[in-house]
C-alpha cells in the first residue's frame, strides 16, 4: 500500500504571495490532518478533514484555510506568506477505528 | 487543554545500553498514545499506537507502557544501535480526534 503523499516537496517563496500544499492520503484514510512544524514552536496542529468537512481546527490565524476533496486528498492553502510561515508542513492520515496516524514526508516551505 | 511533556529534551548513549524515553501529560481522558521517530528533516514515522484501554505494546525491541491514570507513558529502547538515532515524539488524541504531541526527545546512539 502507498504511503501518504505531499506535494511539493520543497517551495520557496517570497512575502505577501500564497501557496497551496497537497496531500494524498493512504487509500481507504478518510481523515487527513495538516501540522505546522518549526524549531521554535515544534509540531502544531493546523485542521483535520473527515469526509471533505473540517472536524478540527487549531490556533491559526484565517490566512490558513484548507479542503478535502470527495476521494479524501487534501490542500492547504496559506495566503499573504510571512517570514514566519516557513516551516515544514505535515500532512497524516488516519482509520477512524484506531487513530492511528500516519505521516507524509512533508513540504518544506521558505519564505523570502 | 491537553499537554504533553517529554522529558529527557536529549539523550546521549553508547551503543548496546537499554535506554527509557518518557512522556507525560495532563488529561488522563484519551482515546489514544503514539509514539513516532523523526529523522532530520523528514516527516513522523509511527513506531506504537496504544489504545487506551491497552496497557502496552511492543515491536521488536521497542515497548511502550501507558498509565493513564497517572498521565504517563514510557518507550523503552533495548540493546540501541546508531541506526536508533533520531527524535521521538509521543502524541495522545482525544475524543474528537484531536492530538497533541511533546516536543520530542532527541536520541543519539554512539558507536
Known amino acids: 500500500k502507498a504511503g501518504v503523499t505531499q506535494t511539493p516537496r520543497y517551495l520557496i517563496k517570497t512575502r505577501g504571495q500564497q501557496v497551496t500544499l497537497s496531500c494524498s492520503p493512504i487509500s481507504g484514510h478518510r481523515s487527513v490532518s495538516w501540522y505546522q512544524q518549526t524549531p521554535g514552536q515544534g509540531l502544531q496542529f493546523l485542521f483535520e478533514y473527515f469526509s471533505e468537512t473540517q472536524r478540527n481546527k487549531g490556533n491559526f490565524p484565517g490566512r490558513f484555510s484548507g479542503r478535502q476533496f470527495s476521494n479524501s486528498r487534501s490542500e492547504m492553502n496559506v495566503s499573504t506568506l510571512e517570514l514566519g510561515d516557513s516551516a515544514l508542513y505535515l500532512c497524516?492520515?488516519?482509520?477512524?477505528?484506531?487513530?492511528?496516524?500516519?505521516f507524509g514526508p512533508g513540504t518544506r516551505l521558505t519564505v523570502l | 487543554k491537553q499537554e504533553v511533556t517529554q522529558i529527557p529534551a536529549a539523550l546521549s548513549v553508547p551503543e548496546g545500553e537499554n535506554l527509557v524515553l518518557n512522556c507525560s501529560f495532563t488529561d488522563s481522558a484519551i482515546y489514544n498514545l503514539q509514539w513516532f521517530r523523526q529523522d532530520p528533516g523528514k516527516g513522523l514515522t509511527s513506531l506504537l499506537l496504544i489504545q487506551s484501554s491497552q496497557r502496552e505494546q511492543t515491536s521488536g525491541r521497542l515497548n511502550a507502557s501507558l498509565d493513564k491514570s497517572s498521565g504517563r507513558s514510557t518507550l523503552y529502547i533495548a540493546a540501541s544501535q546508531p541506526g536508533d538515532s533520531a527524535t521521538y515524539l509521543c502524541a495522545v488524541s482525544d475524543n474528537f480526534n484531536k492530538f497533541y504531541f511533546g516536543s520530542g526527545t532527541k536520541l543519539n546512539v554512539k558507536p
Open positions: 497524516a492520515s488516519s482509520l477512524t477505528d484506531t487513530n492511528e496516524q500516519f
